[in-house]
C-alpha cells in the first residue's frame, strides 16, 4: 500500500474517483497506484500537483535523479505569479505553430500585449490557434468561477486576434494548455482552488518529451471536437 499518497489524498479530500476525473485515467488505475504500483512520470507529476506534495513524499523508492523529468523548466505555485511578459515572450517565440486552451479566456481579457501577439504571429504565418469554453456549457458545471467565454467577449477577442484561428470547447479541461513549438506553460485547475492560484508548469522539449507529449495530444483533442468561430 501507498500510505503517503493515501494520506495526501485524505488530507486533499479527493476520492479515487475525483483522481481518476482530474487525470483522465480509469478509477481502477487509481486503486492500483494506492495498492503500490508507481504511476507514469506525468501522472506522478499531476498527482504531486492536484495533493499539493513533492513527489519524492508519495514515492521515496524513486531515483532523486529521475524526480524531475528534463522537459520541466520551472513549476510555479501560482498563475498569478506569472507575468504577462512570460505569455508574450511564450508566443513571440514561435516558429510553426501556437496553441491556447484557456480556462476562460484569461489570456485575452484584460491585456491587449497577448492578443496583439497572437495576431502578429499569424500574420507572419505561424499557425495560431486558440480555444475557449462556450459560456455556461453543461459539461463545465462546477469547473470553477468564470468558466464559460460570452458571446460579446467571443466577438472582441476574434477581432483582436485577426486570422488566428479560434473555436468555442463544450468539454471540461483539467488544464490551461498554452504552447508555442516545443515550449509549454500548463495551468493544473485544481477543485476548490481559484484558477489564479492553481499551480503551471513550465515546459520545453529535449529527449524525454513524455509530458509535452501529453498534453499537446489533449490539446488536439479538444481542438478537434470543438466549434469554430468565423
Not at 14 to 43: I, N
Not at 120 to 145: F, I, N, S, Y
Request: net charge positive.
Amino acid at each position: 500500500m501507498n500510505e503517503a499518497l493515501s494520506r495526501a489524498l485524505l488530507r486533499a479530500r479527493l476520492s479515487d474517483e475525483d483522481v481518476a476525473a482530474r487525470l483522465q485515467v480509469d478509477p481502477k488505475t487509481v486503486r492500483r497506484w494506492l495498492e503500490g504500483r508507481v504511476p507514469y512520470l506525468r501522472h506522478r507529476w499531476a498527482l504531486a500537483l492536484l495533493v499539493g506534495v513533492d513527489e519524492s513524499d508519495l514515492w521515496p523508492q524513486l531515483p532523486s535523479a529521475r524526480s524531475r523529468s528534463g522537459e520541466v523548466v520551472a513549476v510555479y505555485a501560482h498563475r498569478d505569479w506569472v507575468r504577462s511578459e512570460m505569455w508574450v515572450r511564450l508566443f513571440s517565440s514561435a516558429g510553426r505553430d501556437v496553441g491556447v486552451l484557456a480556462d476562460s479566456g484569461f489570456l485575452l481579457a484584460g491585456d491587449l500585449a497577448i492578443p496583439k501577439t497572437l495576431a502578429e504571429r499569424a500574420r507572419a504565418g505561424v499557425r495560431v490557434r486558440v480555444c475557449l469554453p462556450e459560456a455556461t456549457p453543461p459539461a463545465a458545471v462546477g469547473h470553477g468561477a468564470g468558466a464559460g467565454v460570452g458571446r460579446s467577449r467571443v466577438a472582441g477577442i476574434r477581432d483582436a486576434l485577426g486570422s488566428a484561428e479560434l473555436r468555442l470547447h463544450r468539454v471540461r479541461s483539467y488544464s490551461s494548455i498554452c504552447y508555442s513549438d516545443q515550449e509549454l506553460l500548463v495551468a493544473q485547475h485544481i477543485y476548490g482552488v481559484s484558477d489564479g492560484q492553481s499551480p503551471i508548469l513550465h515546459l520545453r522539449g529535449g529527449a524525454d518529451q513524455e509530458m509535452i507529449a501529453a498534453y499537446l495530444a489533449s490539446f488536439e483533442q479538444v481542438w478537434n471536437s470543438a466549434r469554430p468561430v468565423d
